[in-house]
C-alpha cells in the first residue's frame, strides 16, 4: 500500500474522531456519514482546498433537498435520481469551468480536497430533518466550521507533504481565514486579492493564492462583483504565477 492510499484510510477511519465528530454519525436512513477522501491525488502541482463536501440530496415525503448521503470525493463530477429529478452535482463544474479549464489544468495534475472533510448541515437541512421527524448529526453543523477548520489544519498538513505541490489555490473567503488565522467576515474577505503570497502550514511553505469559491464566481449580477473580479484580476495572475513558478502539467 502506498502512502497515499495510507493516507485516504487514515482520513476515512480517524479524522471525525480527531476533531471531536461522532465517527459513528448516519444521515436519517442509516447511510453512514463519513469523511470524504480527496481522490484526485496528483503529485508535484497544483493543490486545491475547498471549504466541506457538499452531500447527495433527495426529495422524501414532499420534502425538498433532503442531506441522505456523501459525495463520492472533493468536487467531484457525479449525478443521481432524487425522488423527484436527476441531479448533478455543481461544484465540479464549477470548479472546471473556472480554475481548471481556464488555466489548461487537468484534475490528474491535482490534488483537491476540503479543509473539513465531512459535510455539514445548515439549518435548513436541520429543519427539513425535524419535518420528517429525524435528528440531524450531533456536531455537524454548518456554524461549527470554523471551530472543525482549524482541528482540521493537521491533516491539510499530512495532504501537503504527501502532494509536494508547487501552488497552492484555497476556494472561499472562510478558508483563508482559517488558513491565516483571521476570523471576522470582513478580513477574510480581504484576504481574497490576486497575489501570490507564502501560506505556511505546520513544515510547510508553498506559495499560494487566495481565490474566491466557484459558486460565487457563477452567480451573475449585477450586485456581485466575483465574475468580473475572477476573470479581469485573478485568472490573469494565476497565470502568471503558474508560468513564473515554470509549472507544466504531467500530460498535455
Partial sequence: ???????????????????GLDPEACYMHGTPLKPVVPLDTGTGGLFIVGAYPSARFALIN????VPVADNLAPFEHERWFD???????PSARELEEN???????????????????????????ITRYEKLGAVAPSGYTRERFAELGERSLPWLERELVAARPKFVITLGAEVAGVLRGIGSPAGQI??????????RIGENSVPAMHCAHPGIIMRRGERNPWPRRHEEEFLPALKRALRDLGFKPNRA
Fill in 83 to 89: 425522488g423527484s429529478r436527476v441531479r448533478r452535482q
Fill in 62 to 65: 414532499g420534502v425538498s433537498d
Fill in 1 to 19: 500500500m502506498n502512502h497515499i492510499q495510507k493516507l485516504r484510510r487514515s482520513i476515512y477511519r480517524d479524522y471525525a474522531r480527531s476533531v
Fill in 190 to 199: 480581504r484576504l481574497l486579492v490576486p497575489e501570490v503570497s507564502t501560506l
Fill in 99 to 125: 480554475f481548471l479549464a481556464p488555466l489548461s489544468i487537468d484534475r490528474r495534475d491535482c490534488w483537491i480536497t476540503d479543509l473539513v472533510k465531512v459535510f455539514l448541515f445548515k439549518k435548513g437541512h
